[in-house]
């Protein structure tokens, strides 16, 4: 019989007040109880309206059967069907505008809590289960990745079960993408992604980091190489800036830099040799999950104030809520209907305040979402040691600007035919936030598992 409490399993998680002054994982995750409790709460619809808000359709009901059951192994089973990073997706899908969007219990109270479960399965795979997939027959095909971040290794796993041998050739020296260089340890601990990378290694996938495709190697040169397709995943790592005067002041960051220095290079441990700027006042400029990210990491590096300035307000912020939940927690300041004019240096150069003027939302846009409009008479100065700039990232030009034949659109991004991800270059495709710009992780997954399904339909056709 179904459990039919209204409301979820609680996630534990640590106090904010302890958590904000380091950088261990905020959630701590369910109990053996907990998840069976919760997973009792699906009431295993006919329709399973779940699958259709997944981008790479796990079967969410008969996965979340398994663990009511409490068979864990089977329920992991499930899911690494069609998922190769459960872990990750558990951790920072936006469950609640796709899967839980999506579920009936949703209706008359809150979903069932499948991100949770998701994670729970994944964690207790790794914590019980030593033994990792093995590679499949080869076929004797070879495919080359571009990017090892969630696009590129989705589609590298899903071509290394169907016997490719798939090589990721990925430019910085560690595996991972926006994994390891923009997600906080407290979001998403870097061991966890480190394990599912080597799963995927003892698949067979191999990973040739240091390799900037464009500089290194052209993607011609890889066909030259006996590659027979190549995915292109490389992200949208190139940050925007406002261009208002002050910008290049000392102390102003981007936050793809800031987060890299962070989270890939370790700035927070104390025996780091990375560069950092220890801070007293840090705004951040922006309103998505990267900026929050920014943030909470001001915070755990001792910032006692810690802004986030959004031109919008608290309803157009689009950073997850819970993420936006866990800031408030942690003592962040928004700064809603705000926009930064000018940034203010001392005779040294370096940054020591903002100039803002106050927002007023007008008519929609052309994206449906009311237009901010300046506020007359409304400039005010707030005093700040740092600022980090979070409001988006394009495609970096490199390989498209060394590739013949490879359409960009106004944007930078690469155009695909939007159905399975072939770009204007014959088996070149391409998928995640080099295509849509920045994005989620799980629309990059989703690219990634369709565009090597095309692969693999058309190098089976040759």
Same mark, same amino acid.
């Given at each position: 019989?179904?459990?039919?409490?209204?409301?979820?399993?609680?996630?534990?998680?640590?106090?904010?007040?302890?958590?904000?002054?380091?950088?261990?994982?905020?959630?701590?995750?369910?109990?053996?109880?907990?998840?069976?409790?919760?997973?009792?709460?699906?009431?295993?619809?006919?329709?399973?309206?779940?699958?259709?808000?997944?981008?790479?359709?796990?079967?969410?009901?008969?996965?979340?059967?398994?663990?009511?059951?409490?068979?864990?192994?089977?329920?992991?089973?499930?899911?690494?069907?069609?998922?190769?990073?459960?872990?990750?997706?558990?951790?920072?899908?936006?469950?609640?505008?796709?899967?839980?969007?999506?579920?009936?219990?949703?209706?008359?109270?809150?979903?069932?809590?499948?991100?949770?479960?998701?994670?729970?399965?994944?964690?207790?795979?790794?914590?019980?289960?030593?033994?990792? $997939?093995?590679?499949?027959?080869?076929?004797?095909?070879? !495919? %080359? @990745?571009? +990017?090892? &971040?969630?696009?590129?290794?989705?589609? #590298?796993?899903?071509?290394?079960?169907?016997?490719?041998?798939?090589?990721?050739?990925?430019?910085?020296?560690?595996?991972?993408?926006?994994?390891?260089?923009?997600?906080?340890?407290?979001?998403?601990?870097?061991?966890?992604?480190?394990?599912?990378?080597?799963?995927?290694?003892?698949?067979?996938?191999?990973?040739?980091?240091?390799?900037?495709?464009?500089?290194?190697?052209?993607?011609?040169?890889?066909?030259?190489?006996?590659?027979?397709?190549?995915?292109?995943?490389?992200?949208?790592?190139?940050?925007?800036?406002?261009?208002?005067?002050?910008?290049?002041?000392?102390?102003?960051?981007?936050?793809?830099?800031?987060?890299?220095?962070?989270?890939?290079?370790?700035?927070?441990?104390?025996? $780091?040799?990375?560069?950092?700027?220890?801070?007293?006042? !840090? %705004? @951040?400029? +922006?309103? &998505?999950?990267?900026?929050?990210?920014? #943030?909470?990491?001001?915070?755990?590096?001792?910032?006692?104030?810690?802004?986030?300035?959004?031109?919008?307000?608290?309803?157009?912020?689009?950073?997850?809520?819970?993420?936006?939940?866990?800031?408030?927690?942690?003592?962040?300041?928004?700064?809603?209907?705000?926009?930064?004019?000018?940034?203010?240096?001392?005779?040294?150069?370096?940054?020591?305040?903002?100039?803002?003027?106050?927002?007023?939302?007008?008519?929609?846009?052309?994206?449906?979402?009311?237009?901010?409009?300046?506020?007359?008479?409304?400039?005010?100065?707030?005093?700040?040691?740092?600022?980090?700039?979070?409001?988006?990232?394009?495609?970096?030009?490199?390989?498209?600007?060394?590739?013949?034949?490879?359409?960009?659109?106004?944007?930078?991004?690469?155009?695909?035919?939007?159905?399975?991800?072939?770009?204007?270059?014959?088996?070149?495709?391409?998928?995640?936030? #080099?295509?849509?710009?920045?994005?989620?992780?799980?629309?990059?997954?989703?690219?990634?598992?369709?565009?090597?399904?095309?692969?693999?339909?058309?190098?089976?056709?040759?």
């Amino acid at each position: 019989m179904a459990n039919m409490n209204p409301k979820k399993c609680p996630m534990p998680s640590q106090d904010p007040m302890v958590r904000n002054h380091n950088f261990k994982e905020v959630a701590l995750g369910y109990t053996m109880d907990m998840a069976v409790e919760e997973a009792q709460r699906c009431l295993n619809c006919k329709t399973k309206p779940c699958i259709s808000g997944c981008p790479v359709l796990i079967d969410i009901p008969a996965f979340i059967g398994e663990v009511a059951k409490g068979d864990i192994a089977k329920a992991y089973e499930i899911l690494s069907q069609q998922t190769s990073l459960p872990a990750v997706c558990g951790r920072v899908c936006p469950q609640e505008t796709q899967c839980e969007g999506k579920c009936v219990r949703a209706i008359k109270g809150e979903s069932v809590a499948i991100g949770r479960l998701e994670r729970f399965v994944a964690d207790w795979h790794r914590e019980n289960c030593a033994q990792k $997939s093995q590679p499949v027959q080869p076929n004797g095909k070879k !495919v %080359a @990745v571009i +990017g090892a &971040g969630p696009t590129g290794l989705t589609c #590298a796993g899903e071509l290394a079960k169907k016997g490719y041998k798939v090589t990721i050739y990925e430019a910085l020296h560690t595996a991972g993408g926006v994994l390891v260089y923009g997600i906080p340890e407290f979001r998403l601990p870097k061991d966890i992604v480190k394990y599912e990378i080597d799963n995927l290694k003892a698949m067979g996938v191999e990973i040739e980091t240091n390799m900037v495709i464009g500089k290194i190697l052209t993607i011609d040169e890889l066909f030259e190489m006996g590659y027979e397709a190549v995915y292109i995943g490389s992200g949208a790592g190139l940050p925007k800036f406002m261009g208002i005067p002050g910008e290049s002041l000392k102390g102003v960051y981007s936050a793809n830099e800031y987060l890299t220095r962070v989270n890939l290079m370790k700035a927070y441990k104390p025996d $780091s040799k990375t560069p950092i700027r220890k801070s007293r006042n !840090v %705004a @951040v400029v +922006g309103g &998505g999950n990267v900026a929050m990210d920014a #943030a909470r990491s001001a915070k755990r590096l001792g910032a006692e104030n810690v802004y986030i300035v959004y031109r919008r307000g608290m309803q157009e912020l689009p950073a997850r809520a819970e993420e936006i939940e866990h800031a408030q927690e942690e003592g962040i300041i928004f700064k809603l209907l705000t926009n930064p004019v000018e940034v203010i240096g001392d005779e040294n150069g370096e940054i020591k305040a903002i100039r803002c003027v106050e927002m007023m939302l007008g008519e929609p846009d052309d994206s449906g979402r009311r237009r901010p409009v300046v506020k007359p008479d409304s400039e005010f100065v707030i005093d700040i040691d740092t600022m980090i700039m979070s409001i988006g990232t394009s495609p970096n030009p490199l390989i498209s600007s060394t590739t013949e034949g490879l359409e960009t659109d106004k944007w930078g991004c690469i155009v695909t035919n939007g159905d399975d991800g072939l770009t204007t270059r014959n088996a070149v495709y391409a998928g995640g936030d #080099a295509v849509t710009g920045a994005a989620t992780v799980i629309l990059a997954m989703g690219a990634g598992k369709q565009a090597a399904a095309a692969i693999d339909k058309m190098l089976g056709e040759k």
